[in-house]
């Protein structure tokens, strides 16, 4: 009896083992495969990536994708934990911005010998900043879902600036001294004792932080190039932190600062998550936003009545434009079994007009690929377009630093409430030096 | 010679005997479970907090760099204060309400099942939960606030005043005290009614009833409440993640950054896990040493009966 048992375990182990190693690549092009592929397009997108996934299988209808939704807070635990255990899906979401986490040569597929074999150049494609942010160590490892480059736009709402007695388009700010003059006179006009309506919360988060957003166009980036120093503590730096405190001062001073801007937080965004805050935009509870060009789609849909316009930001020194090197972009696992299909999927989605260009017209944002940002649908919108685009082709990052933004962003959210209660400036910036520069030893 | 009637671990067959096959093999699950899913993982952790060890690359021996870095690390000991001072808080305010509800929910009220139950239903939801409905409470213009208003009082802001993140989080957690009442309970019932009676005849009133009788005489329950106290909040994390105005994880200005947040963060936001197991190795040592201090002095002032 012993002696059956160990005989059928035996033979249980061998054909699993077997069955495991029988999973090799398919040599038959157009023989049956199986994709996996993690993506972060929840809500409504994911309609857009069923859509997606519908016109790559109607063309290539010997392959089968399964796709797996996860929130964007989460990817980077999934993603980073799937690559050290080899266990990546085919396909993956990445942010460019992982690069230093995921240890692409370990993990990722290279993709230079595939865009190659396709006479591909990246550069003939697609949009500068988005081309360049697909490389690490010189190859390319991934490729850009959605543009990146045009993170940093100003939103204003035209019918908010009417109501504050202005003209939407002659007052509308060009650089951070007229921004804190429309700013006050919108909130003083628009309010009474409570602060009902606010201009903007400069420790809004949406998409980047905004401290990152003015000290890079002012010259001064957060972190050194090769990304291993902090440079919280430059004297950069800490002047965009005194000018946002001025902005406070100046512009909410008489409904009580910071503690003003907290309970309209709590008040009329309804809670304090970046979602919430867009939604006040949306629901004209504040004027102005600094975003990205999602946004657009967001607030078209969320308020059709809605009057906005788009403009460089009134940066310190004049208006700048896109400060984003990275962005959400696709992978191929370094252990793919079926790179040759992945890779066909892969460029589909990211660098093929009909799939990733009609990806982003149906959210309208730009795209990553050049030709797509000529669509009539995208033209049509006039100046605001021709802003977007002049905004996206600003790349004024200097390298390739790694923003780290979920890591960052926390810390500067955090700064109203130290500011409110006691924790000077100087003293706020410092720790967030520190906690930034003890995260980045930990990468190295 | 064996007496009649013992059981022993010995290969024998006889019926008053159990073999020792029969007793290893209904053990093994237990004892699989202890080895491979406790104590591995325990002596893996101490392994890696010598290592410097990313989830991906693997990793190399580096000595004591790991503790010397923990060790010089501002925001280690701020967690481990932090924590510290989370536990001080939150083991009184359990003890207190807990025995408190307990011991009003033993006498003869009416009721008392509909409150018991009311009481012990936020025990069996799920922290977060009860953490995010609190955020919604402590809000600037939650409900704790709207009724301090009634009274013409000025609301805190309790998620991002550094100085009350803590006391809020701890006014949160002992929403749970349900736990501890059902303890209590059970260790209440079991004090001899006869004791009462005659203190009753000696002429001490309830309070001192309750003082010099009850509380004696359910020390070791306290004692047992007070360690998985002190275990649960050296542990403490999601208070940290959850509760602090605008998401910041371990804010207001790191007053709720707890150790084990702390902890979380270098493992599964920087992966790396070498300090990560450091900090690991570290708390188990501390919760060992407190764990070990308290039951050398237990016999002090927890009463078992002879």
């Known amino acids: 009896m012993k002696r059956a048992f160990l005989v059928v375990f035996i033979v249980v182990l061998i054909s699993t083992g077997l069955w495991a190693n029988g999973k090799a690549e398919s040599t038959d092009p157009d023989g049956p495969v199986t994709l996996t ?113 045009a993170q940093g736009l100003f939103f204003y709402n035209k019918d908010l600036m009417k109501k504050a007695g202005m003209d939407p388009v002659a007052d509308a700010p060009t650089d951070w001294d007229s921004f804190l003059e429309v700013s006050k006179t919108l909130v003083e006009e628009l309010n009474d004792d409570q602060l009902n309506v606010i201009a903007w919360d400069p420790y809004q988060m949406a998409g980047q932080p905004a401290t990152i957003i003015f000290s890079y166009g002012a010259g001064f980036p957060t972190v050194s190039d090769d990304g291993k120093k902090s440079q919280f503590n430059d004297p950069g730096v800490l002047a965009t932190a005194r000018a946002f405190e001025e902005y406070v001062d100046t512009v909410y001073g008489k409904f009580g600062g910071y503690r003003a801007i907290l309970e309209w937080n709590s008040r009329i965004a309804g809670a304090d998550t970046g979602a919430a805050q867009v939604q006040a935009f949306i629901n004209e509870g504040q004027a102005f936003y600094v975003s990205g060009s999602w946004t657009i789609g967001q607030v078209k849909s969320g308020n059709e009545n809605m009057d906005f316009g788009i403009i460089a930001v009134p940066g310190f020194n004049g208006p700048h434009g896109a400060t984003a090197k990275h962005g959400w972009s696709y992978a191929l696992s370094g252990t ?93 910036y410092a720790s967030i030096h520190l906690q930034y520069q003890d995260y980045l030893d930990d990468l190295d | 010679m064996i007496p009649r009637g013992q059981y022993m671990l010995i290969r024998d067959k006889g019926p008053a005997h159990v073999r020792l096959g029969t007793i290893l093999l209904f053990l093994t699950p237990w004892l699989v479970s202890l080895i491979v899913l406790w104590y591995g993982p325990i002596f893996y952790t101490i392994g890696l907090s010598f290592m410097k060890y990313r989830l991906i690359g693997g990793g190399h021996y580096i000595g004591l760099d790991n503790y010397i870095e923990t060790f010089t690390d501002p925001f280690f000991w701020k967690g481990l204060s932090n924590t510290f001072v989370f536990t001080a808080m939150f083991i009184p305010a359990n003890f207190v309400l807990g025995l408190m509800t307990a011991w009003l929910l033993s006498s003869d009220i009416p009721a008392k099942g509909l409150f018991r139950s009311i009481i012990y239903i936020p025990a069996v939801l799920p922290v977060i939960a009860i953490l995010v409905l609190g955020k919604f409470l402590f809000y600037p213009n939650g409900l704790v606030n709207s009724f301090l208003d009634i009274f013409g009082l000025p609301g805190p802001f309790w998620l991002a005043n550094p100085k009350l993140i803590k006391p809020t989080s701890v006014m949160l957690m002992i929403w749970q005290c349900g736990t501890a009442m059902v303890i209590y309970l059970g260790a209440l019932k079991a004090v001899p009614n006869h004791y009462y009676e005659a203190a009753e005849i000696d002429g001490l009133g309830r309070f001192g009833q309750f003082m010099r009788i009850t509380i004696p005489l359910i020390s070791p329950t306290i004692f047992f409440r007070a360690v998985m106290d002190l275990i649960f909040g050296l542990m403490i994390f999601i208070p940290g993640l959850v509760l602090p105005e605008g998401n910041v994880p371990g804010g207001p200005g790191n007053a709720s950054r707890y150790y084990a947040l702390h902890l979380y963060e270098k493992a599964f936001q920087r992966f790396n896990l070498g300090e990560a197991s450091t900090l690991a190795t570290i708390l188990i040592i501390i919760s060992f040493l407190i764990t070990f201090l308290i039951m050398k002095t237990s016999e002090r002032f927890v009463h078992y009966e002879a």
């Open chain 1, 37 to 149: 592929y993690w993506h972060l397009w929840g809500g409504s997108r994911t309609a857009l990536v069923d859509n997606l996934i519908a016109d790559y299988t109607a063309i290539h209808p010997n392959v089968t994708i399964e796709a797996t939704f996860t929130p964007p807070n989460e990817l980077l635990k999934k993603v980073v934990q799937a690559a050290g255990t080899g266990t990546l899906p085919d396909v993956v979401q990445i942010h460019s911005g992982w690069y230093q986490d995921l240890m692409p040569e370990m993990t990722l597929t290279n993709l230079d010998d595939y865009l190659k074999a396709d006479n591909i150049v990246i550069e003939d494609i697609l949009v500068g900043a988005e081309a360049s942010r697909s490389y690490y160590n010189g190859s390319v490892y991934s490729l850009p879902n959605v543009n990146a480059g």
């Open chain 1, 336 to 428: 793919s079994e079926n790179k040759q299909a992945a890779y066909e999927f892969l460029k589909f989605i990211t660098i093929d007009e009909d799939g990733n260009g009609a990806f982003c017209i149906a959210q309208g944002r730009p795209s990553p690929i050049t030709a797509t940002n000529q669509d009539p649908s995208f033209t049509a919108m006039g100046d605001m377009w021709t802003n977007l685009v002049l905004s996206m082709n600003r790349d004024i990052v200097p390298v390739a630093p790694d923003i780290h933004m979920d890591i960052v962003k926390p810390w500067l959210r955090d700064v109203p409430n130290r500011r409110m209660f006691g924790e000077s400036i100087e003293d706020i």
